[in-house]
C-alpha cells in the first residue's frame, strides 16, 4: 500500500468508529451488558483458535531473540483466556457510567440545568505487548458507550487480530455495532501517526506503555490524550514516623511487584529518624536482593556485608528501575523532601509516612501528584484497591482525569437545560 | 533580540509562574480574597495610567484602519474600568473551589480515599483584542490558586502592559506572590509559539478568540489545550413545538446578540409545521433586519416585501456568521435535523423547541454537544446564566470540561488516601 492508502484505511476505520458511536451513545445498559456476555462466550468459544494464533506471536518473537519477561506479557494460555473472559463479565457487573447527573439544579428564571455524563465518542487505545488490553479495553469503551480503535503492538497483531474478529462477530447478535470495536490497520509507525493526527475522527488517545511511547504520543499527536502511568513514586519517612510502619512500606512499595507504575523508586528519610530507620530498612531490602543507590549519608550506613550498594546519580533520582532498585537520601527537613520530590516526581504517587498531622499536611501542599498516600504503600494507587472495579490506565496528568481512570473518566458530560419557553432578556 | 532570546524570555516568565504556583497552591481563601480585593482597588486607583496606555493602543489601532467595532473592544474608558473592578471582587465572593472534595469514601482495607480539588499549577491564557480579559483571567486564575500567563492582544499590549503593572504592583502588599499573574513578553507569534511548547512548566492553554486563533493552537501546542468559544448553535422547530415560544426562542437566539459564540446561526424547522410557523419567524426575523440564507423549501415562503433572502450553501451551514444572517431549512423528520446537526455543529449548543417528551429524548440521544437547550434559547450557554458566577471561557471540547468554565474547570484534583500502615497483599 501506498502512504495515501495507508492514511485512508486508518481514517476509514476512524469513521465506522464514529459511525458505531452515534449507536453505541443511545444504548442502554442491557443492551451493552449483553453485549459483553457475548463477547466473554465467544472468546472462551474461541480459545484454540485464539491461542493458535498467539503461539504465532509468541514464536516470532522468540526467533526475533525477544526478552522472556516480554514473551511472558505476550502469551496467552487457556487459564489466561479464562481470566480475560471474567475481566469482561466484571465490567458488565459495573454500574454503566452514561447518564449519571453529574450536577443539577435549577436557576432563578426557572431554567433546570443538569450536567450528565455522555460517551466521548471515540477513543484510540495505543498499547504495547500484553493482548490482554485489546479485550479490557473494548469491554470499558463498550460500557461506556465509546466506539474504540485499538492499536497494540505489531509484536501482538497476530493475536490482536483474532481477538477483535471473535469480539466483533460476537456482537453480531447483538444490539451493539460490529464497529465499536476495531483494529486500527497497518503495524507501521505511520499507522499510529494517522491515529494521533485523526483530529475531529477520533475524541482521545489513551497511550499505555513506556514513558518513549507515552512521550512521542504526547507530542506528535493533535488528537487530544490522556497521558498514562509514567511512575517515579516517592516513600518519605518523616522523624515523625512509626518505625515498623515505615519499614513495612517502604518493602512493600519497592518489592511487592518491581515491574508497575506505582512501585516506589526513592526512599527519603528525614535525618532525626535515620539511626532509627536506615540500618532496619536497608537490612529488609537486602533480604529481598534491592540494590541501594544511596547519597553519601545513606553510604554510611551501609556496613553490613551483602547490601549491594551504589552511590547515587541524577540518574537514579530520574529513574523509574522498574526492577529490585531504589534510590536512597537523607534530608534534613520535610521541606528538602518535598523539593526533592518536586523536582524529580513524574506526578503518579507520592508517600509520607508520620504521625505528625502538621508534617501531613504540610506534605499535601508540597507535592503535586495524583495521589498522596499517607501511611500507606504507594501499590495501593490503582483502580481496583480504589473500588472502581477496572481501569484502563493511570493518569499522570493534571487535565480531564488524575489517577486511576474508570469508567466515568472514559464520559464527556453534555448540560441539558430544560426550560418553559426562557429567552434571555 | 534573537529567537533564542525570545524563548528563553518566555520559558523564563513560565518558570516564575512555576514557583508562584507552588506558593498560590496552598494560600487560604482568605489570603486570595484580600489579594483580589487589592487588585479591584489598584485599578481604581491607577485609572488615569490604564486609560493613557489605553488611548495609545486605540490610536494606534485607528492609524492602522481597524475595524470601528474592534477598536470598540479595544477602548478602556473610566466606565469599564469600574465594571471591571467590580468582576475582581464578584471572583472575591465565590467560593474557592480548592479543597472541595469531589469523591470521598473509605475501601475494605480501611484506606481512606479523598479526591480534593488542587489548582492546576500554571495556567497559559491567549486571547484577542479585549483588555478586560485580561483582568478577568488574572482574578479567575488567582481564586482558583493558578498562575497565569497572559498573551493578548499585540493591538492591545500598551493597555495590558499597564493592567499586568498595576496588579503585580497591588500584589507586593499580599500574600500572594507577584509572579501569579504575568505577561508573555514579546508581540510577535514566535512568542505564543514559545508558550505553546512550553510542556513542563505550562499546565493548560485556553485559547479565546476566532476559530483561527483556537485552530492554530490546538494544531502546535504540545502543551494540554482547552478549546473555547466556536459556536455553529441550531434551533430545530419540532412538529410539536409551542409556536409562540418557537418563534420567541427563535428570535432570540439569533437577535439578542449577534457577536457571541452561543447565538443562533441556524434553524431548521419540522415540515409538518412549517405552514404555520415559517411565515410568522420570517416576518419576526425580517423585522430586525436579519437575512435569511433558506434552502428551496423555505424559500417558498419568501413572499412579503422586504425579506432578505439568498438560497442556502454549504458555506452558510458551515457558517458562524457572528452576524444578523442565519440559515435556514425545512426537514421531513427529527432524524433528518439531528443528521444535519451533527454534520455541521461545532458541539457547542443545540436547542429544541418541543412538547413532546419522545421528540426531546430523541434529540438529546442524537445530538453530541456541549449544552443542549430543551424550549429555551441557545444565548443560556453561559457562565453566568449557569450560576457560576464568572467564566473563563466555553470548551467545546469534550476532554476535562465541556461548556461554561468556571472556577471548578481551572483546577485538577489529586486522591488523598489516608491509611494507617496498610500494605498490597
Redesign the interface.
Known amino acids: 500500500m501506498t502512504g495515501d492508502a495507508d492514511r485512508d484505511a486508518v481514517l476509514d476505520v476512524a469513521r465506522q468508529g464514529q459511525q458505531a458511536a452515534?449507536v453505541l451513545?443511545?444504548l442502554t445498559r442491557q443492551q451493552k451488558d449483553r453485549a459483553l456476555h457475548a463477547i466473554a462466550d465467544a472468546l472462551l468459544a474461541s480459545t484454540d483458535q485464539i491461542v493458535v494464533a498467539n503461539h504465532s506471536d509468541v514464536a516470532a518473537a522468540a526467533a526475533a531473540g525477544t526478552d522472556p519477561a516480554i514473551i511472558d506479557r505476550l502469551t496467552l494460555n487457556r487459564d489466561r483466556l479464562v481470566a480475560i473472559a471474567d475481566a469482561v463479565r466484571d465490567v458488565a457487573a459495573l454500574t454503566d457510567p452514561v447518564g449519571e447527573v453529574v450536577r443539577g439544579?435549577s436557576?432563578p428564571n426557572g431554567?433546570d440545568?443538569r450536567?450528565v455524563r455522555?460517551p466521548?465518542?471515540v477513543v484510540g487505545m495505543i498499547y504495547e505487548a500484553r493482548p490482554n488490553v485489546t479485550v479490557d479495553a473494548a469491554a470499558l469503551c463498550l460500557k461506556s458507550g465509546n466506539a474504540v480503535l485499538l492499536r497494540g503492538s505489531s509484536s501482538a497483531h497476530r493475536t490482536n487480530q483474532v481477538l477483535v474478529d471473535v469480539m466483533r462477530s460476537a456482537l453480531d447478535a447483538t444490539d451493539v455495532p460490529a464497529d465499536a470495536i476495531n483494529l486500527v490497520p497497518g503495524t507501521s509507525h505511520d499507522s499510529v501517526k494517522y491515529l494521533m493526527t485523526a483530529?475531529g475522527l477520533v475524541?482521545?488517545l489513551i497511550p499505555r506503555g513506556g514513558a518513549g511511547l507515552i512521550a512521542s504520543v504526547?507530542?506528535g499527536s493533535?488528537v487530544?490524550?490522556?497521558e498514562t502511568g509514567v511512575g517515579n513514586c516517592h516513600v518519605y519517612i518523616d522523624e515523625h514516623a512509626?518505625l515498623?510502619?515505615a519499614v513495612?512500606?517502604l518493602?512493600?512499595?519497592k518489592t511487592?511487584r518491581v515491574s508497575v507504575c506505582n512501585t516506589a523508586e526513592t526512599f527519603l528519610v528525614h535525618a532525626a529518624i535515620a539511626d532509627a530507620f536506615v540500618p532496619r530498612a536497608l537490612a529488609e531490602l537486602k533480604e529481598r536482593g534491592v540494590t541501594i543507590h544511596g547519597d553519601a549519608r545513606i553510604a554510611a550506613y551501609v556496613t553490613a556485608a551483602g547490601i549491594n550498594f551504589m552511590p547515587v546519580t541524577d540518574e537514579d533520582w530520574a529513574a523509574e528501575y522498574y526492577s529490585l532498585d531504589i534510590a536512597a537520601g537523607i534530608v534534613d527537613s520535610l521541606d528538602d523532601a518535598v523539593r526533592h520530590i518536586?523536582q524529580w516526581s513524574s506526578g503518579h504517587t507520592e508517600a509520607i509516612v508520620s504521625d505528625s498531622a502538621t508534617a501531613i499536611q504540610q506534605f499535601?501542599?508540597?507535592v503535586?501528584?495524583?495521589?498522596?498516600?499517607?501511611?500507606?504503600?504507594t501499590?495501593?494507587?490503582d483502580g481496583a484497591?480504589?473500588?472502581f472495579g477496572a481501569e484502563i490506565g493511570i493518569s499522570t496528568?493534571?487535565?480531564?482525569a488524575?489517577?486511576?481512570m474508570g469508567l466515568s473518566e472514559l464520559t464527556?458530560?453534555?448540560?441539558?437545560?430544560?426550560?418553559?419557553?426562557?429567552?434571555?432578556g
Open positions: 452515534i451513545r443511545t439544579y436557576v431554567l440545568i450536567q455522555v466521548m465518542g483530529r475524541d482521545v504526547v507530542e493533535t487530544p490524550v490522556i512509626d515498623d510502619k513495612a512500606i518493602v512493600n512499595a511487592q518536586r499535601i501542599g508540597g503535586d501528584c495524583a495521589a498522596i498516600m499517607i501511611n500507606a504503600s501499590r495501593f494507587t484497591e480504589f473500588g496528568q493534571k487535565l480531564h488524575r489517577g486511576p464527556s458530560t453534555t448540560y441539558i437545560v430544560t426550560g418553559d419557553g426562557q429567552i434571555r
